[in-house]
């Protein structure tokens, strides 16, 4: 049941409103960041995972006003308010209810994505980026964004990558294993560590699955 679920990763009722209110005030670097390193034309095409009150759609919305703006995120609550957030814009959107998981959308689909602060709720971390992968054109950009947890143990996150002080390090190892290149980007967002990762070519992953 909804309630049973921990607001940061279902925001839900009441509280769940007043946690977007709070959620989307906390993360304002985070999306300024993000926002910096994404480069889309009017015509852009772009993806978010967990997109929450939907601040950072309605920044990419601005900006790719003949393209397409999408995502998915758990919350019912967190997709009506996106929705609504980016209804009075007149720029084609797709928010769902759903994970990164399973992406409806073909394949190359979008030029850029972004996960702010949900990575440490992905259950299937490999399954996850590699459907991101999937759907994003080669040499398009992922903007990866972790929330620092300093040296807590935290065990209640879905994310077994997330539940130890190497968080960031796994990262960039599942990234390379599901068809990123991805580098660190400093200075990082607040106290959140950035990940800047660009989609690998067909041609490149079979290059690099060969045996030396």
Same mark, same amino acid.
């Given at each position: 049941?909804?309630?049973?679920?921990? %607001?940061?990763?279902?925001?839900?009722?009441? =509280?769940?409103?007043?946690? $977007?209110? &709070?959620?989307?005030?906390?993360?304002? /670097?985070?999306?300024?960041?993000?926002?910096? #390193?994404?480069? &889309?034309?009017?015509?852009?095409?772009?993806?978010?995972?967990?997109?929450?009150?939907?601040? #950072?759609?309605?920044?990419?919305?601005?900006?790719?006003?003949?393209?397409? @703006?999408?995502?998915?995120?758990?919350?019912?609550?967190? @997709?009506?308010?996106?929705?609504?957030?980016?209804? *009075?814009?007149?720029?084609? *959107?797709?928010?769902?209810?759903?994970?990164?998981?399973?992406?409806?959308? /073909?394949?190359?689909?979008?030029?850029?994505? =972004?996960?702010?602060?949900?990575? %440490?709720?992905?259950?299937?971390?490999?399954?996850?980026?590699?459907?991101?992968?999937?759907?994003?054109?080669?040499?398009?950009?992922?903007? #990866?964004?972790?929330?620092?947890? $300093?040296?807590? %143990?935290?065990?209640?996150?879905?994310?077994?990558?997330?539940?130890?002080?190497?968080?960031?390090?796994?990262?960039?190892?599942?990234?390379?294993?599901?068809?990123?290149?991805?580098?660190?980007?400093?200075?990082?967002?607040?106290?959140?560590?950035?990940?800047?990762?660009? =989609?690998?070519?067909?041609?490149? %992953?079979?290059?690099?699955?060969?045996?030396?």
């Amino acid at each position: 049941m909804a309630d049973s679920v921990p %607001q940061p990763m279902r925001p839900h009722g009441l =509280a769940g409103r007043i946690f $977007g209110v &709070l959620m989307e005030r906390t993360n304002r /670097p985070a999306y300024e960041r993000a926002a910096s #390193l994404i480069d &889309l034309s009017p015509e852009g095409r772009f993806l978010e995972i967990g997109f929450g009150t939907g601040r #950072l759609a309605e920044m990419m919305a601005s900006r790719a006003t003949a393209g397409l @703006v999408a995502g998915v995120d758990p919350s019912p609550l967190m @997709v009506e308010t996106a929705r609504r957030r980016l209804h *009075h814009m007149g720029v084609r *959107h797709e928010l769902l209810e759903g994970t990164a998981e399973i992406l409806p959308w /073909p394949d190359a689909s979008f030029d850029a994505a =972004a996960a702010l602060h949900s990575f %440490q709720f992905w259950p299937d971390p490999v399954a996850a980026l590699t459907e991101i992968r999937r759907v994003l054109r080669p040499g398009g950009r992922l903007i #990866l964004i972790l929330r620092n947890h $300093g040296r807590r %143990q935290l065990d209640w996150l879905p994310n077994p990558w997330s539940r130890t002080p190497n968080e960031i390090e796994d990262a960039l190892t599942l990234l390379a294993r599901t068809g990123f290149s991805a580098g660190r980007v400093r200075p990082d967002a607040g106290t959140s560590a950035v990940i800047v990762a660009a =989609a690998a070519s067909d041609a490149d %992953q079979s290059a690099a699955r060969k045996p030396i």
